[in-house]
């Protein structure tokens, strides 16, 4: 495992591949290259401020994540935490019925 992974995320961008998001390598190129030049305000700014950071040590892996999370957010692009939709899924699977 790389050392700057973290707990995968899928962007869903409108007319676009859904895309995994599992490395602090990843959510930077991404919020550098890939996000929409319309919807890079102060948020999206802080996002790549922590995303840096943390590359350098500065701040942790998680504090870069949430912080991405937040700009995916407010830009409207469904956000959705993998191991979170996993245990969503199993437990719907045990449990028929409780989770519609």
């Known amino acids: 495992m790389e050392e700057?992974?973290?707990?995968p995320l899928i962007l869903r961008r409108q007319g676009k591949k859904p895309e995994t998001i599992g490395t602090l390598n990843d959510?930077?190129?991404?919020?550098?290259?890939?996000?929409?030049?319309a919807r890079?305000?102060?948020v999206c700014q802080r996002a790549k401020?922590?995303?840096s950071a943390?590359?350098?040590?500065a701040v942790t892996v998680e504090e870069a994540r949430s912080a991405f999370i937040e700009a995916a957010v407010e830009a409207n692009m469904l956000v959705e935490d993998v191991a979170d939709s996993l245990i969503q899924t199993l437990v719907a699977k045990a449990l028929p019925g409780n989770f519609e």
Not at 4 to 7: K, P, W
Not at 27 to 37: I, M
Not at 54 to 57: F, I, P, S, Y
């Open 4 to 7: 700057n992974a973290f707990r």
């Open 27 to 37: 959510a930077f190129e991404f919020l550098k290259h890939n996000w929409h030049k």
């Open 40 to 42: 890079r305000g102060p």
């Open 49 to 51: 401020i922590a995303c």
């Open 54 to 57: 943390a590359l350098k040590g």
